[in-house]
């Protein structure tokens, strides 16, 4: 799949399904490509999230699938998955009118944020959507 469909492929779903397993669920994913009616994708996920690694795969590559329209088509996923040391995201409020300080405060989390990112560990899950209807 071309670069740019991935990009906002993406960007729409970390704004509309993604964002709420990244602050409340601690994992995070995205597409990495889809060809051949394979979706690939990359899960990163925290001490929070308590699934197995088969369980993940399987609810994550479903809900790309099902939350795309250009994902319809899919009939194989393959997922890796990687243990962070840090959070996926968080969920704050910030009173504050001052959008200078607002920014010093949102570029601060995100430095936080990227330094404790480290891998811990991966792990390669395949599938197949057709089985999952069968189950």
């Known amino acids: ?6 990009e ?23 597409l990495t490509d889809y ?9 990163h996920i925290s001490s929070r999230w308590n699934k197995d690694a088969s369980t993940t795969a399987q609810k994550l590559a479903k809900c790309w699938k099902e939350s795309n329209t250009e994902l319809f088509a899919a ?5 890796q998955i990687y243990s962070l040391n840090g959070d996926t995201g968080f969920v704050t409020s ?24 480290e891998l811990k560990n991966g792990i390669m899950v395949k599938g197949n959507f057709l089985q999952m209807e069968l189950d």
Do not use: A, W
């Open 1 to 6: 799949m071309d670069k740019e469909v991935l």
């Open 8 to 30: 906002k492929i993406n960007y729409e779903h970390v704004r509309k399904v993604d964002k709420f397993y990244r602050m409340f669920g601690g994992l995070s994913s995205s």
């Open 35 to 43: 060809k051949h009616e394979t979706i690939y994708l990359t899960i």
């Open 75 to 79: 009939k194989y996923y393959c997922v």
């Open 94 to 117: 910030c009173p504050l009118p001052n959008n200078k300080l607002l920014n010093e405060l949102i570029s601060q989390f995100k430095q936080g944020i990227e330094e404790l990112h």
